[in-house]
Each structure stands twice: as C-alpha cells, then as structure tokens.
C-alpha cells in the first residue's frame, strides 16, 4: 500500500530503510591496525570505482544521488519537510560511510539559501512556524547582529503561515507587528481575542509558545498595547464591520472594554491614560439605565439629588457587577459625574416647575 505522495507505507519504508543501512555499513571502511593507510587505500580506491561520483542513498523521499539529499541539523526537521533528507536512523547507524562521504563533498548539509527556498514553496503551519522560530532565536544568540539582522528580514519574507479555527487565514511574517503574550504578567495580557484584533497580529497560537523578551530580542515585533487595541477597535471601519463589536452599540462589549481598562489602568502611563480618555470621552460607551452614554452624561449611583431625578442615566453594567474601585476612577477619569451640573439641575427644575402648572391648569 503506498501513502499520499506514493511513498510505500511505514512498514516497508523500515524494511527498506534497513536493507540501505546494511549496505552502506558493509561498504565502511574502518580503520585498519597497525597502519591505517590500509583501509585508507582500501576507502578511496571503492569510490575510484564511480567515474561520475554518483553514489545512491536512501532519502526521505525514495532513492537518490548522495548529491542530491541533505543532513539536517535536528532542529530544522520540525519544519524542513518537502526537502530529500537523510533520515535520522540512517545518519547515526552509518556514521562511518556518511563521514565519508562529506569528507569527499558528495553529501553536504542544507544551506542557508536552500532552507528560504523551502519555506517559500509552500506555507507552514502553526506547529512548523513555532519550530522554526524556536530554530532562529537559537541562531540570534550565536551570531553576529547586523548579519542577523539582514537574515532575519529575509526569513519572515520567505516564512508564511497558515492559520487554523476560527479566523482560519494565510499571513506573511513579514506582514506582522505586533503579538499578544499570554505567558506575561503585564496588563497587555488581558486583551481579549474574542473580539476585533489588527490584521498586523501575530496569531496569538504561536506566540503563546514565547515569552516577549524572546520575541522583541530575536524580531522586529513588539507587544501590542491596551492603546493599540483601543484605537483599533474604535476604528470607525472596524466597528461598522463588527456591530457586536461597537463600544456604542453593544452594552455588553463596552462593559468588557471598560473591564479591560480597569485591570490595564494602574500599569498605564501617563501618556497612556490620556490617549485612552481622549479615544473614549466623545463616544457613547458608558452603559446607563437609559442606554449607552457620552461619560459627561452618565452619573454614577450615589450621584446627590438623585432622589429627585430618577431618570438621570446612571451607570449601570449589564452584568450587574458593582461599579467600585479602579473601574470607578477609569470611569470618573473618562467624564462620568459623581454631582449634577447645575445647569442639569435648573433645566430640569423648571421643566419640573412648568409640568406643575400645566397640570395645575
């Protein structure tokens, strides 16, 4: 029975495999005593017997020219696959012959240009992607940075990854900017990925296998902040397409955004906080008893005269989760009132003076 691609199935592929391992450690030559020139002689005058150099071997895709086939390093066979390799049993079972063979240049390993060939034939998956970023930040540590630098350009040009689930997409590395980290402690951890994400994202099944010191070191990528998030959201473009989505149509997402900022808000600086109450202060994104409100009108539930204007639009979370703590001072940072203007006041006092009279009349 043969397998997709028309290799033979596993058990012949071991049977073979084995008959191959037994001819070339027949054909090894070890060294002889008390002169190794013997089988040194012995060594070059069986490959003398090839005019052409041509040696077969058996490769991960059938027999071929040792010529032809390449020694993989073990990390690069968690994503180097359509390539003709050796397999790992016949490399150490034949060590003796494989050396001499690389001795001679008939068998070589896989070079840099050859491996960006590989991964521009076809695009990985998450699993190869995750093995083949593994692979290169063991190579960032070892060389030289501007060289590096220049490399690494180059395999995210090359690198596509096929993303699976939910929002099932293609995305070029190089196409990237950003990553969400669930393995850090920082409030960026917290964005949600249920709802609207940049197309500039990493898919955040890869990068949960990295922690971001790795990732910022070893790539031009940085971790996507609660700002960054916030004002992709609130992208006119973005809300249109995803109305469950909209601040200002969903109470239920706002109340999840607001949540978000509350456990990012103590780690935000500064400038951070302000870019945040200047994205959210003119928009519709305060759940209240009569519906969603700009924060200036919204009041929270022990706003005074409260007793006298029960239809002040109070904040109120669809959830019924208690407004307190640091989600009352993000919201009090965005513009919700704790007091009545007085202008709220003398307007409703008069109307409430004139309803008097109309019915008095």
Known sequence: MNRPGGLPDEEILTRLRGRALHALKFFSFHPSTPSPVVSNLMEAAFFACSTTRHFPIIASDGVRNASEVYILRPELSGFIKHLPVISEDIVDGARTMIAALRSRGMIKNLTYVELLGELRSRPLSETETVECLKWWIGVTKERNKLKVSQESSQLLDALVVSVTGPREKTMKLSDAQTFLNSRTSDSEAIIPTNGPLPSTLLPT????????????????????????????????????????????????????????????????????????????????????????????????????????????????????????????????????????????????????????RLTST
């Not at 456990?263 to 928009?283: C, F, G, Q, Y």
């Not at 305060?286 to 700009?294: A, F, N, Q, R």
């Not at 919204?298 to 204007?309: C, E, H, T």
């Not at 109120?316 to 202008?343: F, I």
């Open 205 to 356: 099944s890869i990068t949960c296998s990295f922690d971001r010191d790795t990732l910022t070191s070893a790539f031009p990528w940085r971790q996507l902040s609660i700002v960054d998030w916030l004002r992709h959201l609130t992208d006119p473009k973005v809300a249109a397409a995803n109305p469950e989505f909209d601040v200002t149509k969903s109470a239920l997402w706002a109340e999840q955004v607001l949540s978000v900022l509350a456990r990012a808000w103590p780690s935000l600086t500064k400038p951070d906080e302000k870019d945040v109450i200047r994205t959210l202060s003119p928009m519709s994104c305060i759940p209240t008893s009569t519906g969603l409100k700009v924060p200036n009108q919204a009041y929270f539930s022990n706003v005074d005269l409260l007793y006298l204007f029960r239809d002040l639009p109070i904040v109120t979370m669809p959830s019924g989760a208690t407004v307190e703590g640091t989600l009352e001072l993000v919201l009090q940072s965005l513009g919700v009132r704790k007091h009545a203007a007085l202008q709220v006041v003398f307007d409703r006092s008069v109307w409430s003076l004139l309803r008097v």
